[in-house]
Nanobody, 123 residues
């Protein structure tokens, strides 16, 4: 069982930066691939990026590639999402998720989810 808690969301102007953190409970955090997803109001949840258990394989959605960076610290049971050059269309609730095994872009393949943190980018 893994419990996830996101933090770091907030209000930022376009072009600004935020760093989201996702703290995980459990001793087997390093066994899980981690994903970040987001959901804008009235829209479906979308994939943002994912990182494998060791952190040496990372995949990003085209919409965030070059602006967002995912990393993880297995000693701290934490995964991060550094978001730079933010745009109003990045606004939404950001969720981290965990799945046992390799990373995936499909949300339903993740077994555990956090409650989400709101990111609002003003123009």
């Amino acid at each position: 069982q893994v419990q996830l808690e996101e933090s770091g969301g907030g209000l930022v102007q376009a072009g600004g930066s935020l760093r989201l953190s996702c703290a995980a409970s459990g001793r087997t955090f390093s066994s899980y691939a981690m994903g970040w997803f987001r959901q804008a109001q009235g829209k479906e949840r979308e994939f943002v990026g994912s990182i494998n258990w060791s952190g040496d394989r990372i995949l990003y959605a085209d919409t965030v590639k070059g602006r967002f960076t995912i990393s993880r610290d297995n000693a701290k049971n934490t995964v991060y999402l550094q978001m730079n050059s933010l745009k109003p269309e990045d606004t939404g609730v950001y969720y981290c998720a965990a799945r046992f095994g390799g990373f995936q872009t499909v949300g339903r393949s993740y077994q555990y989810w956090g409650q989400g943190t709101q990111v609002t980018v003003s123009s």
